[in-house]
C-alpha cells in the first residue's frame, strides 16, 4: 500500500489564492487519477476535482488541480479565496486493489 | 438525483456484529459502483470497503479485510456492510458513497450523511 502525505493545515486571507499538496510516498502519482473533496463540518464530502484536475459540475473554476510526476505529488489550488472555502480538503487516489485518502488539510480563510 | 441514505449505526460491545445499509434513491445506482467510507472522531476519512459494479468483485482495507463484507442488491437500490468482530478503532461516521462511473476507482460523486458506529 502507500500514503498521501498532505500539510495538516492551511491559512490565508480573503481573495488570495492557496495551494494544498498531496505526495504519494510509493508508486508513480500519474499510474492513477487524483481527486480531491471538500469537507465542511456537519455536511457530506463533496468531489471538487476528480482525474486531476477536471471540475465536476457546480464547481466555481477558482478550483484547479494539477499532478507533478518529478516530486510525485498533486496539488489543489484555490484561487480569490472566499470565507466559504473554509473546510477540510482530501485528496485521494488508489492502486490496483485499494483507495487511499490523504491525511485532511484544514483551510482557514481569515 | 440520487440520494442515498444509511442506516444500521448503533451501539455495539467490542467483538459485536453490526449491518449497516444504504438506500439509494435515483435509478443510478444500479450503473454505478459503491464504496464506504468512515471517518472515526476527530480523524480524517478512511475508505473502508468498495464493489464493483460490473464484475461484483470487492474490495476492502487492510484495516478491516476478514471482518467486514460488502454486498450490494440492485433489485432494490440497496448497498450492506455486515460487520463482525468490532473493535474500539472501528467507532466511526460510515458513508455510503457513489462512484460517477462503473468503475469503483472513480470519484465518490453522491455520498449519504452517514450512520454512527460506536464500539465500546
Known amino acids: 500500500n502507500f500514503m498521501l502525505t498532505q500539510p495538516h493545515s492551511v491559512s490565508e486571507s480573503p481573495g488570495k489564492t492557496v495551494t494544498i499538496s498531496c505526495t504519494r510516498s510509493s508508486g508513480n502519482i500519474a499510474s492513477h487519477y487524483v481527486q480531491w473533496y471538500q469537507h465542511r463540518p456537519g455536511s457530506s464530502p463533496t468531489a471538487v476535482i476528480y482525474e486531476n484536475n477536471q471540475r465536476p459540475s457546480g464547481v466555481p473554476d477558482r478550483f484547479s488541480g494539477s499532478i507533478d510526476s518529478p516530486s510525485n505529488s498533486a496539488s489543489l489550488t484555490i484561487s480569490g479565496l472566499k470565507t466559504e472555502d473554509e473546510a477540510d480538503y482530501y485528496c485521494q487516489s488508489n492502486d490496483i486493489t485499494s483507495v487511499v485518502f490523504g491525511g485532511g488539510t484544514k483551510l482557514t480563510v481569515l | 438525483d440520487v440520494q442515498l441514505l444509511e442506516s444500521g449505526g448503533a451501539l455495539v460491545q467490542p467483538g459485536g456484529s453490526l449491518r449497516l445499509s444504504c438506500v439509494a434513491s435515483g435509478s443510478s445506482f444500479t450503473t454505478h459502483a459503491l464504496s464506504w467510507v468512515r471517518q472515526a472522531p476527530g480523524k480524517g476519512l478512511e475508505w473502508v470497503s468498495s464493489?464493483?459494479?460490473?464484475?461484483?468483485?470487492?474490495y476492502y482495507a487492510a484495516s478491516v479485510k476478514g471482518r467486514f463484507a460488502v454486498s450490494r442488491d440492485n433489485s432494490e437500490n440497496a448497498l450492506t456492510l455486515q460487520m463482525h468482530s468490532l473493535r474500539a478503532e472501528d467507532t466511526a461516521l460510515y458513508h455510503c458513497?457513489?462512484?460517477?462511473?462503473?468503475?469503483?476507482?472513480?470519484?465518490?460523486?453522491?455520498w449519504g450523511p452517514g450512520t454512527m458506529v460506536t464500539v465500546s
Open positions: 464493489i464493483s459494479l460490473t464484475t461484483g468483485n470487492t
Open positions: 458513497a457513489q462512484s460517477s462511473s462503473w468503475d469503483w476507482t472513480d470519484a465518490l460523486t453522491i
